[in-house]
């Protein structure tokens, strides 16, 4: 498997332990519908939350939320429609965005943002 996206797993997999630490239920781990792909659904307090991670071995481009630009928005939003429209989801959803930083030592830092973005289209 390529590097970055065994970086992109890594992440993923810290994204999900943080989440399962934290007191959120995960429904689905990178789920697609199509060509959209949603990383990570939890759930927790009546919410279902469309997880969005990033991860990276630097930020000399941008911290790694910045990656989750208007165009990667839209996308989850379409996911996101089709998933509570196939679970009859009748309550709250919430998007977010779980970055993970790694430095040269493979230490990290993982930041969970709440409620990132709120895509115009809803």
Do not use: C
Not at 32 to 45: C, F, S
Not at 92 to 117: G, P
């Amino acid at each position: 498997m390529a590097q970055h996206l065994d970086l992109g797993r890594k992440g993923e997999n810290l994204a999900k332990l943080h989440l399962e630490n934290t007191g959120y239920e995960i429904l689905d781990k990178n789920w697609t519908h199509g060509k959209l792909e949603v990383d990570l659904i939890a759930y927790k307090d009546k919410v279902i939350i469309f997880a969005e991670v990033k991860t990276r071995t630097g930020n000399s481009f941008g911290e790694p939320e910045d990656f989750v630009d208007t165009r990667k928005q839209k996308l989850l939003l379409e996911a996101a429609d089709e998933y509570i429209y196939l679970m009859n989801h009748q309550g709250e959803v919430r998007f977010d965005i779980i970055s993970v930083l790694y430095d040269r030592k493979n230490n990290y830092i993982l930041n969970h943002i709440e409620d990132a973005f709120w895509p115009t289209a809803m």
